[in-house]
């Protein structure tokens, strides 16, 4: 296992149970613990964990967002699934806006065969794979660019989305929470998320299962502006039942490979 992958790794483990033990991470990824320790070293010069004897615990506060390079390879595998699934849900002829981060690139990945679609977008991995596909239109939204995330950001890619109406626009967030709804960790990406939802006749939120339960530092909007969700894993029943109360659809990946449920605005 190389050292981001043993780093991500690290950090999973901390997110879900709160603090981790050098000899237990050196068998569990079959290294030394002196590998180990410098893998913990290095998470906490850049001020991600906190060292503690023996081990390690989080430091990350809310407007904390772990790098690009290290949640692309959190959750791969669910994460392709999800794109196969929300990729199901585009039509022909659809104008769809792409949000940035790991898991829209995945849904980007499985439109590259599409026709006739045209695609707005301030992620610039998606505008890197769509650029020359003879199928699809490709719109940039302009904007300054925020390297960390290869994502443009700014009041030229708010005006962009403003300026715009989509059909349907695939959404990504930092977190979910049944009350606080969906939070993002950067106040920038916020701006420019809450422009491309209102620029769009269908929210699709694409999100995997580690972003429930979670509030992060900026407020994007209430989940009653959803229409449908992708995930990859069954919900809890709170939020299966406010989903429902909401008339959300929810597609499950592990569950459906081809989902046919009708959009919320087709039912309306």
Do not use: C
């Amino acid at each position: 296992m190389d050292s981001k992958n043993r780093r991500s790794f690290i950090l999973k483990e901390i997110e879900e149970r709160g603090s981790v033990n050098v000899a237990e991470l050196a068998v569990q990824m079959h290294v030394s613990e002196m590998t180990i320790r410098r893998d913990l070293s290095d998470l906490d010069g850049e001020g991600i964990i906190h060292r503690t004897h023996g081990g390690a615990v989080s430091a990350r506060g809310r407007s904390y967002e772990p790098p690009l390079t290290i949640r692309a390879s959190e959750n791969l595998e669910a994460k392709r699934r999800m794109g196969k699934t929300a990729a199901n849900l585009v039509a022909e002829g659809d104008s769809v806006a792409i949000d940035t981060g790991s898991t829209a690139l995945e849904v980007a990945k499985n439109l590259i065969e599409y026709r006739n679609l045209t695609v707005v977008t301030s992620n610039l991995y998606v505008a890197n794979l769509l650029f020359n596909k003879p199928g699809i239109r490709l719109i940039l939204s302009g904007g300054t660019i925020r390297q960390e995330e290869a994502s443009l950001i700014g009041k030229l890619a708010e005006l962009t989305y403003q300026s715009l109406f989509v059909d349907r626009l695939f959404l990504g967030v930092g977190a979910i929470d049944i009350d606080t709804g969906l939070t993002e960790y950067n106040w920038e990406d916020t701006l420019i998320k809450q422009a491309m939802i209102s620029s769009a006749k269908e929210v699709i939120l694409v999100a995997d299962s580690t972003k429930f339960n979670r509030i992060a530092f900026a407020r994007v909007a209430p989940l009653n502006i959803l229409h449908q969700i992708v995930t990859d894993k069954p919900l809890e029943a709170k939020y299966a039942e406010a989903f429902a109360q909401l008339n959300i659809s929810v597609h499950i990946s592990d569950q459906i490979d081809n989902p046919q449920l009708e959009s919320k605005s087709e039912r309306e």
